[in-house]
């Protein structure tokens, strides 16, 4: 991709990959599942924090396509740049957020990274302090989902970059 600034300045940027397969188009009915599946976990969440939990789990995982997509999503809703940004050192960061979203964000890297094989008990006590049980369960939910997509982006190597809000499903 070359693009020209005021300045008449040429950047040549690396060529864009293309996707290793469109799992969505060959799988649809998976597809599909996975969109009700999203929709579902997500009731009763609020959405800012739904999409800051999306944007974590995703840089977590390097999945691309949806850190670009939730992050442009969560602009949208109007969330700041500047707490987008802060999302990947949010532990440094932590007076950018709220209490309860600082539990959701623990508590997103625990279920992420399961490198020690368990959610540790301090994370899901705190997590636990700060939602009702019954949205608690959505947040673990949508925490689920999110590694799930993230999954299909990766593997599949999804191109972000020409997602639009408003574009789901």
């Not at 390097?62 to 442009?72: E, I, N, P, Q, T």
């Not at 279920?111 to 939602?131: C, N, Q, S, W």
Request: glycine residues 6%; charged residues 25%; hydrophobic residues 45%.
């Amino acid at each position: 991709m070359t693009t020209t600034d005021e300045s008449t300045t040429t950047v040549e940027y690396a060529p864009e990959p293309p996707p290793r397969l469109d799992w969505a188009a060959l799988a649809p009915d998976v597809f599909k599942a996975m969109i009700r599946l999203d929709a579902a976990a997500g009731r009763g969440l609020d959405p800012a924090l739904r999409e800051l939990v999306k944007i974590r789990a995703s840089q977590l995982n390097r999945c691309a396509l949806c850190v670009d997509m939730h992050s442009k999503d969560a602009l949208a809703a109007g969330e700041s740049v500047e707490r987008i940004i802060q999302l990947s050192a949010w532990e440094e960061s932590a007076h950018f957020y709220t209490g309860r979203e600082l539990a959701a964000l623990a508590l997103t890297e625990a279920v992420t990274v399961l490198t020690d094989g368990f959610v540790p008990d301090a994370v899901y006590e705190r997590a636990a302090k700060h939602f009702e049980e019954a949205e608690l369960a959505q947040l673990i939910a949508s925490i689920t989902v999110i590694n799930a997509w993230n999954r299909f982006g990766v593997t599949c190597r999804m191109v972000p970059g020409h997602y639009r809000p408003g574009q789901h499903g």
